[in-house]
Every structure is written in C-alpha cells, then in structure tokens.
C-alpha cells in the first residue's frame, strides 16, 4: 500500500447498494459484476492519486492528498459504472485525521462513512469541509444540513452532479427525515432488547410494537434508540409523537397529523390514512396509558396503511388485534453498576467505581435496578459518599415502599426513591420542585421564574439532581417525576394559587401573540407599530408552548373563567388555524362559546366568528353557517366595523361554497362598501378577493378578471403585502387563463407560485401548481401536466383542501389519459405523486417559463 496522505485529507467512501438482492438477482454472474466493480474503482483510485485504506466485502475507503482528485475519481466510477447493474453510493469529506500503525482515526473517518451511508446508488454526496476546496468548474446541489447517525452535530450536504447522469434521488437517508431528539446520553446495556427489538420491526408480519411497563424503567430511551436505528429502514420517515401532556383521546390523531405535517379534515383518521397510504414509516407514540381509549384509533390507522409501522410506550398494553408487546425489564446487575458510575461521574468527576463498586451494586438492588431510581441515586454522590446513600435507603425504602398494595412493587420502588430525593431538598428546592409540576411540555427561566418565582441557582441544582432536565432552552421533567410533584403540590395546598399564575401568564402571552399575528393577518387594517417577533417566530413560541396553553385553558374551562378562556383562545385561534390544528381549534372553541357567562362578554360575537372558522375549513357548512349567523348579529351591535365586514366576508364564502351565489354577492358587496367606509386597502383588496373567487366560481371570466386587476392594484397600493398579492396574483391567472391569455398567465402563475412557496403557504402552492397543470395541457404538454396534477393532487390531500374548481381538473385528468393513453399516463402520474416539493415546484415553473410569448 502506498503512504497514507497526512495533514488536510480527503476521504472516500462508496458502497453498492442492495448488494444482497443483487447477489439473488444475478446469481453465478454476481462474482464477474463485483471484480468489474472492484477493477473499475481501483483504476480511478489509481488515475487521480487515491490510495486504498480499506476494503470490506463491496465498500472502499480511499484518501486523497487533494479534495478535487477524490471529486474527479469519483465521477469517473460513476461514469464507469453507469451501464452496470450496479448502483454505488459515494460520500466524501475532507478533515485532519489522525494516522496511526493501524490506518486512520479520528471523527473525520466516522463522518465520512456517515455521509457515504445517507446517500442513494449513483449519488455522491460531499461535506461542506470538500466542497470548499473545490473550483467553480464543479457543479453541486445544496442538500442543507443533515443529522447523521452516531454524530452529534448536523452536517451540511451537498450532492455532486455528474454531468450526463442522474440528478435526482429520493430523500436521503438521514436522521433529518425526523423528529427524534439527538441522545443526551449514552444506553447503558439493553443489547438483547434492541437486538430483540430490532428483529420484530423487521418482520414484515409485524406492525405494531408496545413497550410495557412501570414508569423508570426506561422505555422510551430504549424506543428512541430503536427507532434512531431504523431511519434507514422507512424511507418516508420515522417520527416521534409526544403524548405525556395529551389527556383528551380526541387529540390523538390531530397531534399524530400535526407531528407528520397533515392538515385534517372532519374525518381526521381518514385524512391521516390517506397521506399513510402507500408510505414506509415508522410512529412512536410514547406515553400512550393515560389516551388509552383511543387505541382503536391507532388499530384502524394501521388498518388502512399497509406499510406504516408503530412502536407505542405504555404501562399498559394497548389490547389490539397483531399487538406485539414487549415486557421491558429493568437492568441486569452489571449494567445497572455501570449506569450508577456513570451518572456519578457526570455529576462528580471525581468518582471513582472500582473502591466502591460492592457498596454501588447494593445501591442499585436495594432499587430494583430501575434505571431512572439509578439515576436519581447517582446524582447524590457530589453530596453523599455512597455508604451514606445506601444507609438512607435503607432507612426510607421499607416505610416508604409500603403503599397501595395494587400498586406494582417496582412502581412502589421508583416512588419511594423519589420521595427520598426530595426530602434531600432544601425547602426553596422543594417548593419549586412541587411548583414546576403545573407546566405541561416544560418551561422556560422566564416562566419559570414568572409562575414560581424560580431563581437559576434553584433551577441549576435540580438540574444537578436528575430532577429536572434541560434540552436547549426549555426545562423539562419526566412524567413519572411530574406526576410526583403535583401529589406533593396538592399536598402543600399550593396547586390553585400556582395554577391561577400558570393561565395568567400563558393567557397573556396569548394576547401578545394574539395581536401580533391579526396585526400580520391580511383582512386587519395596518398600524404603526414597533418592529417585534416575525409570525414565524411567533407560531414558533407558540409550537413550543403548545400543551402548556392547552393546560391554562384547560383550568379556565373547568374553573368556569369565560373572559380569561376567551382572550386565551383568541389570542391563539390564528395558530390552530394556520398550523392545521383545525379539529382541537373547534373543540376549544365551542367549549368556551359553551361557558356559563360566555354571552355576556363582548368578545363573544367575535368568538363565535372564529369558532365558525374552524367547521368551515373542514368543510362543515352547516355549522360554520349556523356560527357566523349568530356572530354577524351580534357584532352588527357592536359597532365593530373591521369585525363585521370580516365576518360578512366569511359568512359570503361559505354561502359561496353552498352555491347561494347570489346571497354571497350581496354580503361581499356589503363588506366591500364597509372597507371604503373604513378607509382600509388591505381589507379592500380582500373584499374584492371575495369578490373575485365568486365570479370565478360562477365562470364570469370576464368579470372575474376586472375584479381581479383591481384587487391586484389594490393591494400593490397598499404595500405588496406577500399574503394580499398570493391571492390576487392566482385569481388574475385563472381569470385571463380561461381567456385564453396563456402568456400573461404563465407570468402571473410564475409569480405567485413563487410567493407561495416562500412563505411555506402549502394549499396555496397547490393551487398554483393545479393552474400550472391545467396551463401545460392548454399548451399540449400531457406529461408534464398529468406530473402537475398528480403532485398537486397529493398536497392538497395533505393539507385536507381541494383544487378551487375540481372539475376542471378532473376533466382535464381525463383528457389528458385519453390523449397519453393509460399506460403512459399511469407512468406520468407516478412521477408526479413520487415528486418532492422541490421537484414540483422546479416543473411548474418550467412550465410557466415555457409558454411561448404571442407572436406581435
């Protein structure tokens, strides 16, 4: 071999992918396919100066002197290999390893075989570090950034394109097509169960996992690292879906379609199985026994989803037909000892195992070896030496041990570890211990110290205690040791004066996010106001805060405070509404319109508008109706003009959408004249958008374009605003689209699916991509329209909205697999539902850039 590169080195990685169904598909013929492959990679290594460090089985690992060498060998294997039935991964990195007798070391040898796993057969993925060292005379894809297996922090990833070759692949494999948190810390022993674990969720026959047991044994951790290592395995995903503050059975579905970005409907377990459908991927649901009734829910959804996967933490299991569950364990002796010296460690480092490790294998019986009482005990040794630990348990586990006799003995165990850990606390400790059990999902210093008159030292030595856990900027406690505090708050008689603080404080961060978002939104007039959090940083907060709102509204219903649960719920129905928590916006709204004194609130008018809301865009019109009726009466009385012609707005669109045109016209028409009377162009230019879709719904192309042009105008006048122009910029499209202006509305589709997409604005991208679709078929382009179609189709049954005018595009879907006949149509439209967003919008705005200019 020869001399390994030192300083700066670039590593590469490759590896055939599906090299095992490629053994069974070849057969004899696999031997001569490997050496070609083998014989074509060593001669690019030795073209462009490689050197092999390693070959194992079919992958390579080479380094380079220069990053632009390892770039050109690898362009040069794919080439190579292009006609080949084989498919090779490739992934390059360049750092500054470590070279020993025995090869390289080093994290940089660790990240460049991370990268070369992410990636697809025929891609070749690089790290920023390569990239910086290459010319402009090689071309690259931004990926973004990535989480990747065994590495702490993301790695930024670009993709090589060959020229001649493929360009596009499915999503990478990488921990990004995820919600799981990075590992905090390390898994003490569980080998068999992961292995045990690990060959049950390969089992085809196996679709539902539940991890059984009393709290501390440490069932989600075990989960988590599971489901980390199976991101490879689901292609479509693998997520995680936080249950421990969701009481309600009814939330179980939004909360899992809000986790995988679905809007629903009123039919949200038909919604969520429609965007399953056809999708590997894999849910865990931790903390299921407290929604136990919902556990048809998840039955029925694995039903209708041939190739989703569930893994569900429990202390019961769910009883559902194909359940698989999996008693787990607490630790063996050895691992227990290990996780206690550990802990210990971390919080003194000064410990040492070995003079006490008899002393710490008793600590961990006398605990049942639950790994969370583990825990709790080793955070003491910075207090107490070990002797003194096991002798106090000694002391309080027989009293404390001996509780309710229908109580588990290792759940009688944990409770009474962490009885004893809080009579270790100074009283300051142990009053804002049992203070911070009211917040739901954890809490920040600021709320902390807002609601329980924390100070960081408090804070900081609950910390230390394993009492509390911090992940970034939230504090967070694990429920087993939350559903402790709240016994002990309600023993010190504190929990109603804590909770009144709790729902004053989240009530008014409602309000501030509240007035900041209707200040964004489109139909409200525009003040002067100081520059303050974007609506992306707001519906951010208000994502991180969401289940400790649900619980200060929670204890506003069930005290019976409608003012406060009213400005609470109106402060944040925007976010329900814009994030897709439609079916928990309407429970809470009609709860609250529901309170004792609810009517007598001046609010209430108001309220009953947005509560109509929520119906509405589930495409319930006969509730939404009934709402905005009552609502249009009484805010006619309050004088409210901005309030009534938003709520005459509404109440038109839903008479439109029940086909009561005329009745529609005459509400638009009454809050078009409200607006001028206010003086307001941007509720102007919203008027007339309702206008608009009217007359477009009635096909009066004509008009529709008249209104169109003046809404546009309208709202240019009054700023641009991004959200104002989207819609005017579509409804002009339609309108000289269906008059035959292909040009004009080629420029204007260009523009507001551009516009969309900045802002993240999914139904209104798929609207944008139905025009497009429809402009590619009135140019001829079958393909790219069906392709148009097809992605639209699918975001919009993920956002649980339909095209505008669906009967154009059927009939159009029609047309077009007549014209490309069924087979070839049934190929398009594949590839248009296996588009990526990016794809779609990269088609679509070829589409609109293609549409020739009329001849002058």
Known sequence: ????????????????????????????????????????????????????????????FAAFADASDAVAAAQSVQCALASSPVRVRMGIHTGEPVVTAEGYVGIDVHRGARICAAGHGGQVLLSRATAAFLGSDVEVRDLGEHRLKDLPEAEWLLQLIVPGLVREFPPLRSLSNTNLPAEASSLIGRQQEVADLAELIERDDVRLVTLTGAGGTGKTRLALRIAAASV?????????????????????LPTIAQTVGVKLSSAPGEDLARHL????????????????????????????????????????????????????????????????????????????????????AAICGR???????????AARVKVLSTTDILANLDQRLPLLSGGARDVPERQRTLRATIDWSYHLLATDEQQLFCRLAVFSGGCTLESARAVCEATLDTLQSLLDKSLLRRLGDRYLMLETIREYALDRLQAIDEEGTVRQRHASYFTALAQ???????????????????????????FDRLAAEHDNLRAALESLVALGDAAGAMRLALGIWLFWELRGFLKEGQVWTERVIGLPGA??????????????????????????????????????????????????????????????YREAEALHEEGLALRKEIGDPNGISHALNGLTALALRQHDWGRAATLAEEELEVAQQAGGDKEALLGSLHNLAEAVRHQGDLARAAALYDQCTRISWELGALGAFAECLDGLADLAYATGDLVSATRLWAASRQLFSETAERAWNPDEADAGIDAARSGLGQEHFELAWREGCAMSREQALSLGLTTAQSVPLPLS
């Not at 479509?236 to 421990?244: P, S, T």
């Not at 299991?317 to 364990?329: D, K, N």
């Not at 605990?367 to 005990?377: H, M």
């Not at 905005?628 to 006619?636: G, P």
């Open 1 to 60: 071999m020869r001399e390994l590169p030192v300083g700066t080195v670039t590593f590469l990685f490759t590896d055939i992918e599906g090299s095992t169904r490629l053994l069974q598909d070849l057969g004899d013929r696999y031997a001569e396919t490997l050496a070609t492959h083998r014989r074509v990679v060593r001669s690019a290594l030795a073209e462009h100066g490689g050197v092999e460090v390693d070959t194992q089985g079919d992958a390579f």
């Open 277 to 360: 459908a056809g999708k590997s991927m894999l849910l865990l649901l931790d903390n299921f026994e407290q929604v136990l009734e919902a556990a048809p829910d998840v039955g029925r959804l694995l039903a209708a989803t041939a190739q989703l996967k569930v893994i569900i933490t429990s202390r019961e299991r769910m009883r559902l037909s194909g359940e698989h569950e999996y008693p787990v364990q607490t630790l063996g002796e050895n691992d227990a000892v290990s996780l206690f010296a550990e802990r210990a460690s971390a919080a003194d480092p000064a410990f040492r195992l070995d003079p006490v490790r008899p002393t710490v």
């Open 512 to 538: 501030e996010a509240g007035a900041a978002l209707e200040e964004s939104d489109v139909a409200r007039p525009r003040r002067q106001a100081a520059p303050g959090p974007s609506v992306g940083v707001w």
């Open 599 to 660: 009517k007598n609130q001046r609010e209430f008018g108001w309220l009953l508008n947005v509560a109509g809301d929520f119906p509405r865009f589930q495409g319930d019109y006969s509730r939404a109706r009934e709402l905005k009726e009552q609502s249009l009466a009484l805010v006619r009385k309050t004088g409210e003009k901005w309030q009534l012609a938003v709520v005459l707005h509404n109440l038109g669109v839903v008479a439109a959408a029940e086909g009561e």
């Open 367 to 377: 605990l049942d070896r639950l790994p969370l009482a583990v825990e709790l005990a």
């Open 232 to 252: 490879e395995r689901f292609k479509n995903g693998v997520f995680v879906v936080w249950l421990a503050a969701i009481t309600d059975p009814q939330l179980i």
